[in-house]
């Protein structure tokens, strides 16, 4: 039973969550791993059932407060259940810990920033990711997140050199792309 419920521990965990707990199950629960849990909150996620996702993050965290994937995790499911304050502060101490996941967390805090209303500190941060990793492909997203904040902050000069450099980076990728496919061929 043990070996066939880590196989589908995600599925069940999940179900179990949304309906009933079931005294077997809920021993499983218990003896999960924080990756496991971290699994089944994903899962949960992929099916919409973000207040359970986030049983599983805060479960995951509790047995290991380190594991920024679930930090992470946590926060874009408080984000879709509109917990912008909750998703925040879960993205800056994910971002805070500088993981692997990292950049990924600080970008998912501006665009929530960014839709919360906090248009500075959502400038903030992209301009800081502009900074940090000036690789063309992701910058692409970190100008217009930049461009949509400082129009809502009225600089309207800036937000058109943000889209500007955007449309350009976009250009060069499109470029760069088909050089590549040409380079390819036979």
Known sequence: MKAFFRLGLAHSLCATALCITVP????????????????AGTHCMAKGRY???IDYFSKALFLDPAYDLALLNRGLAKEKLADYDG?????????ADKSGESAFALDSRARIELHAGRYQSALDDYTH??????????????YHG????????NDKIGAHEDFEKEKRLRHELKANKHRAQVTESP
Not at 87 to 95: E, F, M, Q
Not at 129 to 142: C, E, K, R, T
Not at 146 to 153: H, I
């Open 24 to 39: 077997a199950i809920s021993k499983e629960i218990e003896s999960a791993s924080p990756a496991e849990l971290n699994n």
């Open 51 to 53: 207040q359970a996702a």
């Open 146 to 153: 930049r461009a949509l904040a400082k129009k809502q902050l």
């Open 129 to 142: 990711l502009i900074q940090l990793f000036p690789q063309a492909q992701s910058q692409v997203s970190y």
């Open 87 to 95: 998703a925040i502060t879960d993205l800056s101490k994910a971002w």
